[in-house]
């Protein structure tokens, strides 16, 4: 499993796997030429696109929406975002895929009504990255002027390959993982889904044997 290679060739076999997906590809080109600040295409379209690799599905099998994170903190207002997410939408008319584009620096504004939790501001995409409700989530990829691909992985890349769903616990709420969990277990049973923390640290076993369970029925 390329979960199990260095990181280095991690990340070689990410790109690899990636390319596959030639909607993807068509995104990162059309953002790069956008040129928002700090922008990353990430979540799901990427993780989902490596599961539907290892598991022998079509690279866009599953994936809902292909989301663009930039942060640009000169101008908060919704009018400056909407600037940006009228021109994204006229930049990527024509693909086969729903394209969400959104500010990283204006999230605190609204993440509270709709999620019941505060959050801080934060001072990048990458920081905005870091808080997906699974480390397996935290994953960002840019194109560079010069062509290369940015890769950002906090958390490295093998839970990804292994298909392993890790939570995050730092802002979003259990149900928030739980509910995207649910979600994509019945697109790919394959997955090793690891349960929320207990309040005190202490590991849910319960939680675990019934994750187990649903696994091995699955399977």
Known sequence: MNGRLPLDEQIVALRSALS??????EVLARTAALRLPGWYVTAGCLFQT???VVTGRPPTSGIRDYDVFYFDDSDLSWE??????????SAFAGLPAEVEVRNEARVHLWYEQKFGVACPPYVSSEAA???FAATTCCLGVRL??????????PHGLSDVFNLVLRPNPVLAPRSVYETKVAR???????????PWPAPDGVTDRAAVRSYGQRKGEAR
């Open 80 to 89: 400056a975002e909407d600037r940006v997410i009228t021109a994204a939408r």
């Open 129 to 131: 990255i870091d808080s």
């Open 20 to 25: 596959r997906n030639e909607v993807l590809l």
């Open 184 to 194: 994509w277990r019945e697109q790919w049973p394959e997955l090793t889904v690891l």
């Open 50 to 52: 490596v599961w539907n």
């Open 144 to 153: 560079e002027p010069d062509g290369r691909w940015r890769v950002y992985a």
